[in-house]
């Protein structure tokens, strides 16, 4: 957290009027897989990649890598298969003519969608588990964070994930940064949340955030549900939950 940002992204973030700049870094790519996750159909992760991408990343590649990501991960989580998403990426966003021990040894670093979001793919193709997954991204070099990242994404929607690699990720995210993720995993399983609970929500900005990912993804209950969050967010809406309380909403879904 402490690495900061891009130039661009810096000067947008401090911006008084900020306005998309026409990137095409694969930022857009790396940032996307809420949407794939909280999509109730394809054509929403698409919808709902491109809204993300374009407040900065509006130029037509960096939304090309972030729908790629997107749809994806999206994918994945509903049980396509390799070929499959393999077969949807390539008639539709990129070619994934080779293999990653034909590029390892002279892959450079690239910070553009079309030279890295292929690559995060084709790390995920190859890929036998989650682990292997990641290892693949990180052995070709380059802009490897975000590489792995992208690959993460759609493992982990195909895979699942090991609750082991969420304790060890505890160990090196500030608090502040986890109150994000667990307000998404609470909201994505169902549990829209009538609080807002310190560090989270009421942290400025993120209730509106949020709201664009209000979708429930409805373990073992078939098709998903939109929720409306209204309610959630409203004025004075600030009871702090307890750690026990918020480790039985992500653990336990019993209440």
Same mark, same amino acid.
């Given at each position: ?26 930022? %857009? ?11 109730? %159909? ?9 809204? *993300?991408?374009?407040? *900065? ?35 539709? /966003? ?42 693949? @991204? ?11 990242? =992208? ?54 900005? *993120? ?5 664009? /990912? ?17 309610? @959630? ?14 480790? =039985? ?7």
């Amino acid at each position: 957290p402490d690495a900061g940002y891009g130039r661009k992204f810096y000067h947008w973030l401090h911006s008084r009027h900020p306005e998309p700049y026409s990137s095409y870094g694969n930022g %857009s790519a790396m940032r996307v897989s809420p949407c794939g996750f909280a999509a109730e %159909s394809l054509e929403e992760a698409i919808r709902l990649a491109g809204m *993300t991408a374009e407040v *900065t990343h509006n130029h037509p590649e960096g939304m090309k890598g972030a729908r790629a990501v997107a749809a994806a991960t999206f994918l994945a989580r509903q049980g396509k298969s390799k070929a499959q998403i393999k077969e949807y990426t390539e008639e539709n /966003f990129y070619p994934l003519d080779f293999t990653l021990d034909q590029i390892r040894d002279e892959y450079l670093f690239h910070v553009d969608c079309m030279n890295s979001v292929p690559q995060a793919i084709e790390a995920f193709l190859e890929g036998e588990d989650f682990e292997d997954c990641i290892r693949n @991204a990180v052995s070709i070099g380059g802009d490897s964070d975000t590489i792995g990242a =992208m690959c993460g994404a759609i493992a982990e929607a195909y895979y699942g994930l090991d609750e082991s690699w969420i304790d060890k990720a505890r160990e090196y995210c500030r608090p502040k940064m986890f109150c994000y993720v667990e307000a998404l995993e609470i909201i994505c399983n169902g549990y829209a949340p009538d609080f807002i609970f310190e560090g989270t929500l009421a942290l400025a900005g *993120t209730a509106k955030a949020m709201k664009l /990912f209000c979708r429930t993804v409805g373990k073992g209950q078939g098709k998903p549900q939109a929720k409306p969050l209204d309610d @959630a967010y409203r004025a004075g809406a600030d009871e702090v939950l307890s750690q026990d309380e918020i480790d =039985m909403l992500l653990d336990g879904r019993k209440e």
